[in-house]
């Protein structure tokens, strides 16, 4: 079994969907090859078209641990589904918003019904973890939502509303793998309850979108996996499309600007994205959102070499954050505010090729961002180590980038970790102890993922 042996194109699909669907699950190349019984280095080879897997039997095991149909793996779906339509379900747009693993028959109530009990019991196993003081009964409503026994009210949305606005919070420090799993099953009950919301459905439907830009970041911009992202990112614009929310419109056009960017190695399609969400934005949104959208702007500029417009968003981003904040919560990832937005002005200055500048002014957002906010923290942290790096201060630059490692180790951010690796490729130019030192770190973390 999985010798290494010719490759064609069907083995390079069945190695696609055993990667995508592992991501689905949130499992590490380690942690999936022990459930297989293979090795990393296995994984690896396979999802990379090295090897192909050769034998059915471990197929069909590949398939149980996934929880994916064995004829979706190895490519030879039914068409059926297509032919039955949808039963007596709602022929509403939502629909269309259903986010599903690829291959999951809508149609197969039995292994409809499963998923959406494993959704519901994801849900309520963290329900407590997320908000340890949501109110209690709401496991309970949910439940009884679910068995279609009550509908659901505005008290029972208001609990999933909590619950949302924990996941959201909780993408400060919480690592991407653990996110993802309790995250998906979220978007399918919320999915599963907006049929039939009634009154509560634009409520429901602002839920899915703002948990569809929430997976679209763990898996486009935490695990590098742009392709595996877009659909979320759809499901985000079809919900807002559909309630008429600019807010949510615009934050998921700032999404989209990160993952263009970073994820498409596309900057002019990044900043081309942050443009549509400041259009967006001038149908009124929350100003915490639109600060964000203008630092956001700012990154794609600095990125293209735009000092002029780069500091001309800065200061405009600076400006919202001073406006009052309405009473409606924001609806954002993570934290923005004051600290947050320094360390945007030290990572343009350092794109601009302002490094002593740079150095200063991300010296003092670390200084003032809390230790919580892990994602952020890093960042700066390599923003930090890549301006001393250009000023050839390279223990500095060392002492910041294993610094960002130690928080990498926490949040398994693929893209942060091939910074550092990039970091390190230019200190090993010249060599140095501080290189060496960086390396050891380097090699130490790789080995553990």
């Known amino acids: 079994m999985g010798h290494v042996v010719a490759v064609d194109k069907h083995d390079l699909l069945i190695a696609q969907r055993i990667m995508e669907s592992r991501r689905r699950r949130g499992l590490s190349q380690l942690e999936f090859g022990s459930l297989i019984g293979r090795s990393e280095s296995w994984v690896s080879k396979v999802e990379t078209g090295v090897m192909r897997v050769d034998s059915l039997a471990l197929l069909r095991t590949i398939a149980t641990v996934l929880r994916v149909e064995l004829s979706y793996l190895i490519g030879v779906e039914s068409d059926q589904a297509g032919d039955q339509g949808h039963g007596s379900q709602s022929p509403m747009t939502l629909q269309h918003l259903l986010i599903d693993p690829a291959g999951w028959d809508i149609c197969d109530l039995e292994r409809r019904r499963w998923f959406l009990v494993q959704s519901s019991a994801t849900v309520t196993s963290v329900l407590h973890h997320l908000r340890p003081g949501i109110e209690e009964g709401l496991t309970e409503r949910l439940s009884a939502v679910k068995g279609k026994s009550v509908r659901l009210d505005a008290d029972t949305v208001h609990g999933l509303e909590q619950i949302v606005s924990g996941f959201r919070q909780s993408y400060r420090s919480a690592s991407a793998h653990c996110l993802l799993a309790p995250a998906h099953g979220t978007l399918n009950l919320l999915t599963e309850f907006a049929a039939e919301a009634g009154a509560q459905c634009d409520r429901v439907v602002s839920l899915i979108g703002q948990m569809g830009t929430l997976l679209a970041a763990v898996l486009g911009l935490d695990l590098d996996d742009p392709l595996a992202a877009r659909p979320y990112i759809t499901i985000a614009m079809r919900a807002a499309q559909q309630i008429d929310d600019a807010e949510l419109m615009a934050f998921t056009l700032g999404g989209r600007a990160f993952l263009s960017a970073y994820g498409n190695k596309d900057p002019h399609a990044g900043l081309g994205f942050a443009d549509a969400a400041l259009d967006t934005a001038r149908r009124g949104i929350h100003p915490r959102t639109h600060a964000w959208l203008m630092a956001v702007t700012s990154e ?15 200061a405009q981003a600076e400006l919202r954050l001073t406006n009052a904040a309405p009473a409606r919560p924001w609806i954002g990832i993570g934290s923005f505010g004051g600290d947050k937005l320094l360390a945007y002005r030290g990572g343009d200055l350092m794109r601009l ?25 890093c960042t700066a942290h390599i923003d930090l180590a890549e301006a001393l790096a250009a000023t050839a201060s390279m223990e500095d630059a060392a002492d910041h980038a294993i610094k960002a490692l130690d928080i990498i180790e926490q949040t398994g951010h693929t893209p942060s970790l091939q910074r550092v690796d990039r970091l390190h490729q230019h200190m090993q130019q010249t060599p140095s102890a501080a290189g060496r030192r960086l390396g050891e770190h380097l090699l130490h973390l790789k080995g553990m993922r």
């Open 353 to 377: 090729g302002r490094y002593q500048d740079a150095q200063a002014i991300l010296a003092q957002s670390l200084a003032c961002l809390d230790p919580s906010l892990k994602r952020h923290r």
């Open 300 to 314: 794609m500029h600095a990125s293209l070499g735009q000092e002029q417009e780069c500091q001309h968003h800065l």
